[in-house]
């Protein structure tokens, strides 16, 4: 057999895409060429595959080796191409099953020795392999435990490429050297963030209930010390657990961030960029290979800009299509890949660039042109997407130890809400609260009594209140109604709704 | 002479034995021009081969054929359309081309004997 068939996995963005990997022997002197669009990293897989083979006891034959990648025009790019190119290329002359190689996707990287190296982005890939029809996907041992959190596919973590001709049946020595393992992930102990460790700002925590509940972006004005990180910190806390889809998503950009990926967390990310990130750290970029931003790491979960108005304009103005979309597109000249961006926009600023605007007993030195310029840091096109803007005050006395509640409390409530929200939208592509759009929520089934809107529609008429407003308003208050378990907001989730539009928490 | 010289000759008269045993007529060896040298010139029916010989005592230092790069290549088929031009009266309407014979181990009892037809 001269040529020989096996499949690996090319990554664009999130998205694996089957690769088919032949390997075409013939009589000529001696040469590898690696064709269709690789890059470096994957022009230099001869070199790694000849001596893996080598020291493995199967050196490849002394003739010339063409082994083409396919779709050709697809880029390549990275090292997880080594192990499928060393089977395709020694399946040239040795006996291995075509059928088991054409129903197996190989991936890892070699070293010179023939053992298997972890490579990033197991989870995504073998995701590929799974809806791509194959039936076994062969890993390095390190990334066996991620790949394992696929259904559908069999997974066989291999140490060396000595393992995987073994299970080919075929004699090849095993290296003397321990398996590789996984780079050890300084396991983030996640931290325990409560609720209940907020005090004195129990109405700031009923507005990140309502936050939580709806899904709303939010927006927390308030000095330095006030709780607005404490607050943001503990949202994913009590947001539902991630169902299946979302928490493989999630995993899958973990895993394309070069994280160990172990097991599947339900808890939604949480991911709090630093104030100087630039627009591409944020939504993703890199030159040659997408690399997914802190927008992408926030999906599904929460994305808490600390300090907004001190982000460049340009960076924040660049969260405005995927809050609108829910997914960002990034384009490069030699690419063009998706990911997906659904998260929650939690924004943290101070009143104004010395924090003690609106405070008692400190002094505001600011003058009124900064504190403005300040202000408009954060643009009307973001904030209009940002339903509730919380001011906060810093908590004037140390509250009795009483009553407070916990995130696991929180959590039921907001479940209950969410669990309300979906029955009553079952007939619409909605899930959320967030997501209706205003016209359904003024003229659509849904649509409040004129009774009940009353206090709204006087302040529309006074002008105290725009129409894009009144639509937030709405909003508000159906998962006001949702958490309080009626079928339709009174005129006091109306009123409170107001107050969580453009309210003042002390 | 030096002893990887004698080695080359011993593995240049195994290629003969090697080719008359096939059926080909050897039609020129050791023919030398400007370009360099050509080891052995043989043929049947339709071909003329042109033949680089390359003997190694032991694979310990790389396979016989990995001696041959490009450049070298290169050289042969030039080669080739020099021996054609200087013997238009022997090609008599047959193609040309450059093979490849590695002989791996002692040339009088070679281990391994591996022939590469129609290099490109």
């Known amino acids: 057999m001269s040529l020989a068939r096996t499949w690996a996995i090319s990554l664009v963005g999130i998205e694996g895409v089957a690769v088919e990997v032949e390997a075409d022997l013939s009589d000529q002197l ?66 291995l099953s075509a059928d088991a190689l054409l129903r197996t996707a190989h991936i890892g990287e070699l070293g010179l020795d023939g053992r298997i190296r972890p490579v990033p982005g197991i989870l995504p890939a073998v995701v590929a392999a799974a809806r791509a029809g ?62 209940a460790d907020v005090v004195g700002q129990d109405d700031a925590v009923a507005a990140l209930l309502v936050a939580a509940a709806g899904g709303h972006h939010l927006l927390m004005t308030g000095p330095p010390g006030a709780g607005k990180t404490m607050l943001a910190r503990r949202l994913p ?35 709090a960029p630093h104030h100087s990130a630039s627009a591409a750290a944020l939504v993703g970029g890199g ?47 030699g690419y063009t890949a998706s990911f997906p961006a659904r998260f929650q926009l939690v924004l943290a600023t101070n009143p104004c660039p010395c924090g003690n605007r609106g405070l008692r007993d400190a002094v505001c030195e600011c003058p009124p042109q900064a504190v403005r310029r300040y202000r408009n840091r954060l643009s009307g096109p973001l904030l209009d997407r940002v339903d509730i803007e919380l001011t ?25 809400a969410r669990e309300r929200a979906m029955r009553r939208l079952a007939d619409t592509p909605w899930r959320r609260n967030v997501d209706v759009p205003g016209t359904w929520l003024r003229s659509g089934p849904g649509a409040l009594p004129p009774a009940a809107r009353a206090p709204l529609d006087r302040a529309l008429a006074r002008g105290t209140l725009t129409l894009r407003g009144y639509d937030r308003v709405l909003r508000i208050a159906w998962t006001l109604a949702d958490l309080d378990g009626v079928p339709m907001p009174t005129p006091d989730h109306i009123g409170r709704a107001l107050f969580l539009k453009r309210g003042t928490v002390s | 002479m030096a002893r990887k010289d004698d080695l080359g000759r011993a593995g240049e008269r195994t290629a003969e034995a090697y080719f008359r045993g096939r059926g080909f007529a050897i039609l020129d060896r050791n023919w030398r021009c ?12 339709e071909t003329i081969a042109i033949v680089e010989v390359k003997t190694r005592r032991t694979a310990a230092f790389g396979h016989p054929f990995e001696a041959i790069g ?45 022939h590469l037809r129609d290099l490109a």
């Open chain 1, 30 to 95: 001696p040469d590898f060429r690696i064709i269709g669009l690789a890059d470096k990293a994957l022009g230099e897989a001869s070199q790694r595959v000849r001596n893996a083979c080598a020291n493995s006891d199967v050196p490849l034959p002394s003739r010339r080796l063409t082994v083409n990648l396919s779709p050709a025009s697809l880029p390549k790019h990275g090292s997880g191409f080594d192990l499928a190119i060393a089977v395709a290329a020694l399946a040239t002359q040795l006996p």
């Open chain 1, 134 to 195: 194959l039936r076994t996907v062969v890993v390095p041992r390190a990334n066996e435990d991620e790949a394992a959190l696929v259904p559908g596919i069999a997974v066989v973590g291999a140490t060396s490429l000595g393992d995987v001709l073994s299970r080919h049946g075929i004699d090849a020595r095993l290296p003397d050297a321990e398996p590789v393992h996984a780079r050890a992930d300084q396991a983030l102990a996640p931290e325990a963030l409560d609720l």
């Open chain 1, 237 to 271: 806390g009590i947001l539902p657990p991630l169902d299946d889809e979302a928490a493989l998503a999630a995993a899958s950009v973990r895993s394309l961030s070069g994280h160990a990926v172990t097991d599947l967390s339900r808890v939604p990310p949480f991911e």
């Open chain 1, 287 to 333: 030159s040659r290979v997408p690399r997914p931003g802190a927008i992408v790491r926030a999906s599904e979960g929460v994305l808490f800009l600390d300090e907004a108005a001190e982000f460049a304009t340009n960076v924040l103005d660049a969260l405005r299509q995927p809050l609108e979309s829910g997914s960002i597109t990034v384009h490069r000249a």
């Open chain 1, 392 to 416: 906060l005050l810093r908590v004037g006395r140390v509250p009795e130890e009483r009553g407070r509640m916990s995130s696991r409390e929180g959590a039921a409530l907001v479940r209950g």
């Open chain 2, 34 to 45: 400007r370009s360099g040298e050509i080891d052995l010139v043989v043929a049947d029916a």
């Open chain 2, 70 to 114: 490009s450049q070298k290549l290169h050289r042969l088929h030039q080669l080739a359309r020099e021996w054609r031009a200087a013997h238009r009266e022997l090609v008599g309407g047959r193609t040309l081309r450059v093979d490849g014979l590695a002989i791996t181990g002692d040339p009088a009892a070679p281990l391994r004997i591996e």
